[in-house]
């Protein structure tokens, strides 16, 4: 099946602790995008990446890190500094350019306890 | 800076009537506009997409409509079945080399059998 899979659907974090969701896709997509969705509030870009080691911060980067060592990969990891990190997480890729659709993995939620 | 806008929030109508869902965008420099749907606690289904070029896509009972001009599109959903019940999302890209998706916050239709 090709697709875009995030793991784990739930995620939770204590305090002061680094958690890292996963994103991988099978669609031979150059680009892959991570979204933060809040309640009542459309998708906002944190990071994205065009090209393997290589990636630029989206509009609410702070408190959060990725890598592209894999074109297949793009981990998020939410860090201790991110103060409100209770939110559901959308990976996406697509093909390089404006005109390309990005298609969507099912999301992780990620909450505090 | 691009802010889309989609109005009304929530809406529920009774099985089999059209209705029309509304976007508006602040900045008429766009390269396309998408229409995503997403079921609760799920990723996002890319529905249309209309090019800056275009004045309307169709695929099925939807279709959407542009009008870069005055920043507005509209999604009509023709002979709604409760299987439609979802939230639909209007997104923009902007210029530039990238694939930025700028997000409406999302309407939420529930139709009642």
């Known amino acids: 099946d090709g697709g875009i899979t995030q793991s784990p659907k739930y995620l939770f974090r204590k305090e002061g602790q680094n958690v890292t969701l996963s994103c991988e896709q099978n669609?031979?997509?150059?680009?892959m995008y991570w979204y933060r969705q809040d309640p009542g509030q459309g998708l906002r870009l944190i990071y994205y990446?065009?090209?393997?080691?290589?990636?630029q911060k989206g509009d609410i980067a702070e408190g959060y890190s990725v890598s592209r060592e894999k074109k297949e990969s793009f981990p998020l990891t939410v860090t201790s500094a991110q103060k409100n990190p209770t939110a559901f997480y959308l990976c996406?890729?697509?093909?390089?350019?404006?005109?390309?659709?990005?298609?969507f993995g099912a999301g992780t939620r990620l909450s505090v306890l | 800076k691009q802010e889309v806008t989609q109005i009304p929030a929530a809406l529920s109508v009774p099985e089999g009537e059209n209705l029309v869902l509304n976007c508006s965008f602040t900045d008429s420099a766009i390269y396309n506009l998408q229409w995503f749907r997403q079921d609760p606690g799920k990723g996002l289904t890319s529905l249309l997409l209309?090019?800056?070029?275009?004045r309307e896509q169709t695929s099925g009972r939807l279709n959407a409509s542009l009008d870069k001009s005055s920043g507005r599109s509209t999604l009509y959903i023709a002979a709604s079945q409760p299987g439609d019940s979802a939230t639909y999302l209007c997104a923009v890209t902007g210029g530039g080399a990238t694939n930025k998706l700028i997000f409406g916050t999302g309407t939420l239709l529930a139709v009642q059998p």
């Open positions: 990446s065009q090209i393997v080691n290589d990636f």
């Open positions: 669609l031979n997509h150059d680009a």
């Open positions: 209309i090019q800056s070029s275009q």
């Open positions: 996406a890729s697509s093909m390089i350019g404006a005109k390309n659709i990005q298609y």
